[in-house]
């Protein structure tokens, strides 16, 4: 099965920056849309960015346009999340999962539209 591991995760001052790393198996990496996710305490899951299958299509969400970038090196079976400008209410556990379906023209932004995730890793921003 399809096996997920989240880095780079750690502790920085608000605007500073971090990029988080997700190793993906498989070799059917390069058909799926991919995505990234965050949960902080006491939230729901929520949409952070996602990225089609060659990389040419990213959508993000509002509260991350213009400081973070999706990326993905499908030679190397990774999707990157670099972010800038960091802000204490980015503090969450980041995800990466992998979209359900093969083939899509959207790029999808709910959770239960992914179908294997990362164990996470824990983003902390102080003011």
């Known amino acids: 099965q399809v096996q997920l591991v989240e880095s780079g995760g750690g502790m920085v001052q608000a605007g500073g920056s971090l990029r988080l790393s997700c190793a993906a198996s498989g070799r059917t990496f390069s058909m799926y849309a991919m995505g990234w996710f965050r949960q902080a305490p006491g939230k729901e899951r929520e949409f952070v960015a996602a990225?089609?299958?060659?990389?040419?299509?990213?959508n993000y969400a509002d509260s991350v346009k213009g400081r973070f970038t999706i990326s993905r090196d499908n030679a190397k079976n990774t999707v990157y999340l670099q972010m800038n400008s960091l802000k204490p209410e980015d503090t969450a556990v980041y995800y990466c999962?992998?979209?359900?379906?093969?083939?899509?023209?959207?790029?999808?932004?709910?959770?239960?539209?992914?179908?294997?995730w990362g164990r996470g890793t824990q983003v902390t921003v102080s003011s």
């Open positions: 990225i089609s299958r060659s990389g040419g299509i990213t």
């Open positions: 999962a992998k979209d359900r379906v093969q083939y899509t023209a959207v790029l999808h932004t709910k959770p239960y539209e992914y179908d294997y």
